[in-house]
């Protein structure tokens, strides 16, 4: 049951990741900021990839596992991109609620796709919860910081439905595929995609006036990202998928501690309340499925 730890390892990763991140785009463009953390993840991957030793087997990757593993990392970017906007426009604990309702697609479409049906009256009441959960976490108190009216939650809405592709993708791709090769594979496409975006909205000439100290932030968020995906990857790799990413969206629970601390964004009772189901249902699919 390693791909267990390495799920729960994940989610502590993720939860840094987000405050980490938030910390990082205060002044600097979400869309440079997401393209820099790409850099660091890329290089936290293929440092990890030549630890493990498996650059040599990249020429054996069969064509379609390539083309998912491409499809996924397109899918990653998009991602990204949308939940860093979302993270900049409003608070944490509106934005990482929204983006964590990807547990839900992911869910049924490893049920659909991969027919991981075991326990399905479990599963199906866990995800349930896990909706009610979210649904409310969402519908909290008022934002303790401005937000640029509802832009945010369109943005968080397109982050969770390209985080819900993004696993199904990554699934097929890492078929046969070492997890730590196939995570810097991804890591590749991402980088394209980003500064992709970022030349082609010319936003690259914000480099020379990036704060030090969010550019410490950004890459400490790259860092973690990059922990939190070798810990992922390897789980979906030799897990079920449908187990896996509700333990790892459990990283609501750092980010929520986190959010306190360092932003003093609080929780109504009713948001306490949706936390509470999130952290039940999960834990009824982790360990009763």
Not at 56 to 70: M, R, S, V
Not at 153 to 171: D, P, Q
Request: charged share 15%; hydrophobic share 55%; net charge positive.
């Amino acid at each position: 049951m390693t791909w267990i730890i390495a799920a729960v390892f994940s989610a502590v990763f993720a939860g840094l990741t987000s405050i980490l991140a938030k910390c990082g785009i205060k002044k600097t463009d979400s869309d440079l900021a997401t393209a820099i953390r790409t850099v660091v993840v890329l290089a936290f991957s293929w440092l990890m990839v030549f630890v493990v030793g498996s650059q040599g087997t990249i020429t054996e990757i069969q064509p379609k596992a390539l083309i998912f593993l491409i499809l996924s990392g397109l899918a990653t970017g998009a991602s990204w991109i949308c939940y860093f906007k979302a993270l900049s426009m409003g608070d944490i604990n509106k934005v990482v609620p929204i983006d964590k309702s990807s547990t839900i697609l992911t869910v049924l479409l490893a049920i659909i796709c991969f027919g991981e049906t075991s326990n399905l009256v479990v599963k199906l009441i866990a995800t349930a919860i896990l909706a009610l959960g979210i649904f409310l976490m969402v519908e909290k108190k008022k934002s303790t910081t401005q937000t640029q009216g509802r832009a945010w939650m369109l943005y968080a809405i397109l982050a969770a439905v390209f985080a819900a592709l993004t696993s199904i993708l990554a699934k097929v791709g890492i078929s046969g595929v070492e997890s730590n090769l196939g995570t810097a594979i991804r890591t590749a496409v991402v980088l394209v995609l980003s500064w992709g975006i970022v030349f082609v909205r010319k936003k690259h000439t914000g480099l020379r006036t990036i704060d030090k100290k969010e550019m410490l932030f950004i890459c400490l968020s790259g860092i973690a990202t990059g922990a939190s995906w070798l810990c992922y990857y390897y789980a979906i790799g030799h897990g079920d998928v449908s187990v896996v990413v509700p333990i790892d969206k459990l990283s609501i629970l750092v980010t929520v501690a986190f959010s306190f601390i360092v932003f003093k964004e609080r929780l109504s009772k009713k948001a306490l309340l949706g936390l509470g189901l999130m952290v039940t249902g999960t834990l009824l699919m982790a360990f009763f499925t």
